[in-house]
């Protein structure tokens, strides 16, 4: 309630904040604040209330610039920071409180410039690819195929990831007998291109000296993904993410799946066949004009029914030349994706799905990356191509993969 003020001289020159009339009342937060009367003197105690809801704002001004909270007098004060106030989840805001190291404070930002649709755009933004780019990476995307597929028949209890990672290596030099073609994995460093950073503890391939071509040692169990290849021996009741992603004429393709290593328990078979269903579910609603953001709540919803969880610390991404680029494209729900689905567009759908929760952890490798609470996860990929009417799979199952998912035979 507006209180009354401390002199009868100064408050009968005061005018009421709200309606202009002499003012004898003032604000009694406004007093504490020590804020000039000017503008928080009322009348009655009507006009106080009729007023409270924009004479409030005054109270948060002044405690941003009161001695203490960072700020210093001058021009700037709250409404510098709406910017980020704006950004916050929380219905009513906080008011940031940091000690500045300098003079320098921070000034409100303008709206995002637009570049015309006629000029180029760097290589980070969605390419539309040309009917010559995806004759190549359908060819790329096919010779992925065939690596995966060379894969999941090698996998069985008593194999080492190892040696599941040099059939990969001899498929992929059989599928290309060139040079120039570079089988790669998610699960090593990389840079901008795709291509494999030296890994001074991995062992370095000597045909075309660059690490291991597939993720599947640590892509065990609660691996998430990124695993690497090592001596570990599959045991019965694993199982085990492959992830191949091949570079060829100039383009790459991406894929994974999760198979089973022997007798595994029901838990498990449930977990993959979810994963399996994300995936063919999140496929089944690309085609032009889509939201991106759309793929997580798809992803989101047939897992939690199931009472699983999805990873969110990766996504999708765009590739084609590039390997990884825009769009960048969340499993999860209520995600911030930005950007419609055209045609013309490739990218990879590839949900991780958890048993427990979805936070992860990052092993001291750097690079493994693992459940929080050490429950399994799965994972499948596609490279995705949207068409005029729809998609076209890229990294689709041939006639001659092998039938190695229950769900599938019948």
């Not at 020590?34 to 809801?53: H, M, N, V, Y």
């Not at 001058?74 to 910017?83: H, I, T």
């Not at 765009?318 to 969340?330: D, R």
Request: proline letters at 6%; charged letters at 20%.
């Amino acid at each position: 309630m507006a209180g009354g003020g401390s002199s009868d001289v100064a408050e009968s020159s005061l005018s009421c904040a709200r309606c202009g009339k002499p003012a004898n009342l003032q604000c009694p937060k406004c007093v504490e604040l020590k804020l000039p009367r000017e503008g928080a003197a009322f009348c009655t105690q009507d006009c106080f209330k009729a007023s409270w809801s924009s004479h409030k704002s005054v109270h948060a001004k002044a405690k941003f610039s009161a001695p203490g909270s960072g700020n210093t007098d001058g021009p700037l004060g709250s409404d510098d920071w709406l910017y980020c106030l704006k950004k916050g989840q929380a219905r009513t805001p906080k008011l940031p409180n940091f000690e500045w190291t300098g003079t320098l404070r921070p000034y409100p930002i303008s709206k995002k410039r637009l570049v015309p649709n006629q000029i180029d755009q760097p290589d980070w933004a969605i390419d539309i690819k040309t009917s010559e780019q995806i004759g190549r990476m359908r060819e790329t995307c096919r010779i992925g195929r065939e690596v995966l597929d060379a894969a999941a028949r090698a996998i069985r209890p008593g194999v080492t990831t190892d040696e599941i990672d040099a059939v990969v290596h001899e498929a992929t030099i059989a599928a290309v007998q060139s040079g120039q073609l570079i089988g790669l994995s998610v699960n090593m460093p990389q840079d901008s291109s795709g291509k494999n950073v030296a890994f001074e503890d991995i062992h370095l391939l000597s045909i075309i000296t660059f690490s291991p071509s597939l993720a599947a040692r640590r892509s065990v169990n609660e691996v998430i993904c990124h695993g690497i290849p090592d001596a570990r021996k599959l045991e019965d009741g694993d199982i085990v993410n492959v992830d191949v992603s091949v570079y060829y004429k100039g383009v790459h393709g991406d894929l994974n799946e999760t198979f089973f290593v022997g007798n595994v328990d029901e838990a498990s078979q449930k977990l993959v066949q979810c994963t399996y269903e994300c995936l063919e579910k999140a496929i089944s609603i690309v085609k032009p004009g889509v939201r991106f953001r759309e793929v997580g709540e798809v992803i989101s919803r047939h897992a939690s029914m199931s009472g699983l969880s999805v990873a969110k610390s990766y996504c999708g991404h765009g590739i084609g030349e590039l390997f990884h680029c825009a769009p960048n494209i969340p499993h999860y729900a209520r995600n911030k994706a930005v950007g419609v689905m055209k045609a013309g567009q490739t990218f990879s759908i590839e949900p991780m799905i958890n048993s427990g929760v979805w936070r992860d952890r990052m092993w001291p490798d750097g690079w493994t990356d693992v459940t929080a609470d050490g429950k399994r996860s799965a994972q499948f990929e596609h490279t995705l191509l949207v068409t005029e009417t729809g998609v076209e799979v890229l990294t689709a199952r041939l006639p001659t993969s092998p039938n190695v998912f229950p769900w599938l035979k019948s």
